[in-house]
Nanobody
Framework: QVQLVESGGGLVQAGGSLRLSCAAS????????MGWFRQAPGKEREFVAA????????HYADSVKGRFTISRDNAKNTVYLQMNSLKPEDTAIYYC????????????????WGQGTQVTVSS
């Protein structure tokens, strides 16, 4: 069982930066692939980024590639999403998710979810 709690969301102007954190409980955190997803009002939840358990393999949605960076600290049971050059279209609730095994982009592949943190980017 893994419990996830996101933090770090807020209101930022376009071009600004935010760093999201996701604190995980559970002794097997280091064996899980961790992902970030987001959901804007009226839209489906979409994949943003994922990182393999070892931290040596990361994947990004095309819309955030070059602007966002996912990382993890297994000693702290925490995964991060550094978001730079934010755009108004990045406005959404951001969710942390975990799954054992390989990374994936599908919402249904992830077994555990946090409650989400709101990110609002003003123009």
């Amino acid at each position: 069982q893994v419990q996830l709690v996101e933090s770090g969301g807020g209101l930022v102007q376009a071009g600004g930066s935010l760093r999201l954190s996701c604190a995980a409980s559970g002794r097997t955190f280091s064996s899980y692939t961790m992902g970030w997803f987001r959901q804007a009002p009226g839209k489906e939840r979409e994949f943003v980024a994922a990182i393999r358990w070892s931290g040596d393999n990361t994947h990004y949605a095309d819309s955030v590639k070059g602007r966002f960076t996912i990382s993890r600290d297994n000693a702290k049971n925490t995964v991060y999403l550094q978001m730079n050059s934010l755009k108004p279209e990045d406005t959404a609730i951001y969710y942390c998710a975990a799954r054992p095994g390989a990374w994936g982009t599908r919402v249904g592949w992830y077994d555990y979810w946090g409650q989400g943190t709101q990110v609002t980017v003003s123009s």
